[in-house]
């Protein structure tokens, strides 16, 4: 069935190619509309969890393959590459992420997940589908531009390792080196069809740290015979939010947050440890370090208040590797923007950033010699829902919600004709 959709698929964009030139890109996007809902749809009703993706990987690889990429498998796990060379110029990355998440679907929609307990909760699907309507735009308008167009489909986003597994699979060694990397990420508190963007700093570092609070264990009822690591887990808990309070500038956003504690067997039994899982969030470098630097004093400090020996001192540790910010870069950004802003008019709003994870973050550090980036942000919530909303994204599912159902028809317009539109100005003809 797919097989015989793609060739009808490839047949369309041929015979379009040359009126591609004399038709708008928003009046292509919008032929090119049924198709791309039917690959969303699929893909909405098939997630796969992170580094499992492998029917999504298949299906997208096929599709790019039947448009004259180049198409390579396997980049970091089930990544995908996919190049098409086009004469001389710069070479411009185009991503999208791929994996679902671990939420059992509760939209009720027609195409809703059939895999229990997995669903598209943060949009991937919607990335996947303008991915390949940009890339179709992209191979029929050949005659527009000039360089060479690198496109990725990244495992792993929702676990921050994706993006590392492609770049240490030789990303940028295998394949030609992009100077440019653009992505977009779908938002809950944005009507549909409308783009946002933070200049600089838009999604943060973050760090997922371990403290192992350890104690001497023993009777719940002879508490003075031990050094108790739950009361000692508490004080710490308490002592780090004074860390982003009081030694972090109020015009330096950061975030401490203790998610989880875990400790002890039954109630009258003093355990021997106690352990904190943290999530920690920044932007600068600096502010990390100094993060992590206070994390580390105050779990020693408040041990040593407790009368801790030296042999019982809080471990911290990392869970996992960190995932740096995503920074829009300029002048990237501020031309990328402008183009937005003479396409879409006033459907293009600039908005705060995000204390939230993108690993998108990596393709800008990932190379020494630096790489420009962009990601923005295309809005997801049906008009209808926003004004019965008010406007308040407070009232509305989140992304990772259960109830999280994009709009998809103008979504998915908006993000193929903003993809395709930054990819042409990047690479037209000089």
């Not at 002890?264 to 904190?276: E, F, M, W, Y």
Request: aromatic share 6%.
């Amino acid at each position: 069935m797919w097989k015989i959709w793609i060739v009808a698929v490839a047949a369309m964009m041929v015979a379009g190619a040359d009126g591609a030139r004399a038709d708008s890109l928003s009046n292509s996007v919008r032929a090119d509309l049924p198709s791309l809902l039917y690959l969303y749809h699929d893909l909405h009703r098939h997630p796969e969890l992170s580094g499992k993706e492998t029917r999504t990987a298949a299906l997208l690889a096929e599709q790019m393959g039947v448009l004259g990429f180049k198409v390579t498998t396997g980049v970091g796990g089930t990544g995908v590459v996919a190049v098409m060379e086009n004469g001389s110029g710069p070479v411009i990355l185009l991503r999208t992420d791929m994996d679902a998440l671990p939420v059992s679907e509760a939209t009720g929609v027609s195409y809703a997940s059939v895999e229990p307990g997995v669903m598209h909760a943060c949009g991937h699907d919607i990335h996947m589908a303008s991915w390949i309507g940009a890339a179709r735009r992209l191979s029929s308008m050949k005659g527009l531009w000039s360089g060479t167009l690198v496109m990725i489909a990244q495992p792993a986003e929702e676990t921050g390792s994706g993006a590392k597994a492609m770049l240490e699979d030789g990303l940028f060694t295998r394949f030609p080196r992009p100077e440019a990397a653009i992505a977009f990420h779908d938002a809950a508190d944005m009507p549909a069809g409308t783009i946002g963007y933070s200049p600089g700093n838009t999604f943060a570092n973050v760090d997922s740290v371990d403290i192992l609070v350890r104690g001497v264990g023993g009777h719940g009822a002879y508490p003075h015979n031990t050094r108790d690591p739950v009361v000692l887990a508490a004080k710490i808990v308490l002592a780090l939010q004074t860390i982003v309070a009081r030694e972090v500038d109020p015009q330096d956003a950061a975030v401490i947050t203790v998610g989880r504690v875990e400790g002890g067997t039954k109630r009258n039994v003093i355990p021997s440890a106690v352990k904190l899982e943290l999530t920690v969030r920044s932007y600068s470098p600096d502010t990390r370090e100094k993060l992590l630097a206070a994390i580390e004093r105050v779990a020693r400090g408040e041990a040593i208040a407790s009368g801790m020996p030296e042999d019982r001192m809080p471990i911290v540790s990392q869970a996992e590797g960190p995932v740096p910010a995503t920074v829009n870069t300029e002048p990237l950004t501020a031309r990328v923007i402008s183009v937005f802003e003479q396409r879409f008019g006033d459907r293009v709003k600039r908005r705060p950033p995000t204390m939230a994870a993108e690993d998108f973050g990596r393709f800008r550090t990932g190379d020494k010699a630096g790489i420009q980036s962009l990601l923005f942000w295309v809005g997801g919530v049906s008009q209808e829902k926003w004004d019965a909303a008010g406007g308040d994204a407070a009232k509305l599912p989140s992304l990772h919600s259960p109830l999280w159902a994009p709009d998809p028809e103008p979504t998915i317009a908006t993000a193929t004709e903003a993809m395709t539109a930054a990819a042409l100005e990047l690479l037209k003809k000089r």
